[in-house]
């Protein structure tokens, strides 16, 4: 057994030996396409060149310096790129070493706003139930993950409360159009911040389009139109949580982008850096900027590797490669063929309830019955099963359970990079639609 703290403590995962382009070459041999780039993360694939020159250079440079000390060109060039412009008035940028520490700091930054534009009295988040926004203490709390949760339930803060997600598969009742489901949701959300005070409101935070909790679930449109009027009305902040679903996944390099709002928070991470170094980060409005620059004048947090030189090099490559070879462009047409392929796939398969995504961000909801919805025994693993024979076919990809409430429900992520071609996309489906057929049959 190894002496590494593995996520199953019972059995050691296989070593992973060699990465490039799509493929996963394990220490045994067996080629693996890793077509959900991990956890979403692998924008761009495994050992792409202009990366693996910039981190060299990079490392011939400076490899660390403590931000209470320096700044660095890399993390300046970042920021440069990212806000440099203002897309939808963000203006400034923050860089960590993970989507959770992004979120912590949003948190952080909302709750210093509001201190130094002197209402303390707001600390209240509202988030949405089977939402995921990270592992730390704070994330966890936020987020509305029913299983994660539930081991450090009595050690979370109740400084976070949460409302229904817009879950249209699901929760739109028969009958309702989409506009009366969003109001509904606009008033379940209106009801949250009249039950906690809304004087003590901080922020709405949601992911633009969900993540591996619910699986690739994108809001109604005007849901989040509906959403920031409720934010405006109360003076709270919108804040957007695109760990996984921004940066190019869902088509455009904002996922809000396609729903008419920008947030005041924005949370970036997994393709920021496409895992060639850790690093995620906040984006962030002047309006919540200007109380504490011209208050304090110094943000209440920090990190040890905060914007990381390193880390921060590898980023702005492969923001370069996403923007140089036009790869969100391709993120749309790839998206597009993924979409068809899967629903010719499994679109009529009487155990596939839900096929739905944007981008090249896809997933696949399991049911036992089709016509009412049912789920299948969660002792039965489901997902996992798909997950098992995909990687024995030679294809990584992300499966979930307790899709519905932490227990209940499964379904399957995939996430693709965004430089694949037709062929790779192509076999992604071919070998899910098998691994699907014989999990099932097991």
């Known amino acids: 057994m190894s002496h590494l703290v593995h996520r199953n403590l019972r059995a050691d995962p296989p070593l992973a030996a060699s990465g490039q382009g799509i493929w996963l070459t394990g220490a045994d041999g067996h080629r693996v396409m890793d077509g959900s780039g991990g956890a979403a993360v692998a924008c761009l694939g495994h050992g792409h060149p202009h990366v693996l020159a910039a981190m060299r250079n990079q490392l011939d440079k400076l490899t660390y310096a403590h931000t209470s000390l320096y700044s660095n060109p890399a993390a300046e060039a970042l920021a440069d790129m990212l806000v440099g412009h203002a897309p939808g008035g963000l203006t400034h940028a923050y860089f960590v070493s993970s989507g959770s520490e992004g979120m912590e700091a949003a948190i952080k930054m909302a709750r210093q706003h509001f201190v130094e534009a002197g209402q303390p009295e707001r600390f209240h988040f509202i988030a949405r139930r089977q939402s995921y926004h990270g592992n730390t203490l704070g994330a966890l709390a936020m987020g509305g993950n029913a299983m994660r949760r539930a081991p450090y ?13 817009c879950y249209a598969y699901r929760d739109q009742m028969s009958g309702e159009s989409d506009a009366a489901y969003v109001q509904r ?4 959300l209106e009801a949250e911040f009249v039950l906690v005070g809304p004087n003590t409101v901080a922020g709405f935070v949601a992911e633009t389009v969900v993540g591996a909790t619910l699986g690739c679930v994108a809001a ?9 009027a409720v934010c405006d009305r109360h003076g709270a902040l919108l804040i957007l949580d695109e760990v996984m679903s921004g940066m190019g996944r869902c088509g455009s390099l904002h996922a809000w982008e396609a ?15 496409g895992g060639y170094q850790p690093i995620g980060g906040i984006l962030v409005n002047d309006r919540v900027l200007d109380p504490i620059r011209n208050g304090s004048g110094g943000f209440m947090h920090g990190h040890t590797y905060q914007a990381h030189p390193m880390a921060c090099a590898a980023a702005l490559a492969v923001q370069e490669v996403i923007q140089g070879e036009n790869l969100i462009d391709n993120v749309q047409t790839m998206g597009r063929l993924l979409e068809a392929q899967l629903t010719e796939r499994l679109g009529n398969h009487r155990h596939v309830g839900d096929i739905r995504g944007r981008g090249l961000f896809w997933a696949i909801e399991l049911v036992e019955d089709r016509g009412s919805k049912s789920v299948f025994d969660p002792a039965k693993k489901l997902h996992a099963r798909i997950g098992a024979e995909a990687y024995a076919l030679g294809l990584a990809c992300y499966p979930m359970g307790g899709t519905i409430d932490g227990r209940r429900g499964d379904h399957v992520l995939l996430a693709p990079p965004y430089n694949a071609t037709a062929e790779e996309i192509g076999m992604i489906v071919e070998r899910f639609g098998e691994a699907v057929d014989r999990a099932l049959l097991g």
């Open 153 to 165: 339930a009595p050690i979370l803060t109740d400084a976070f409360s949460h409302v229904s997600p």
């Open 259 to 273: 729903e008419g709002v920008a947030p005041d928070i924005q949370v970036i991470a997994k393709g920021l850096g």
């Open 220 to 228: 109604l449109p005007g849901y989040f139109q509906a959403m920031k």
């Open 185 to 188: 949701l606009a008033d379940e």
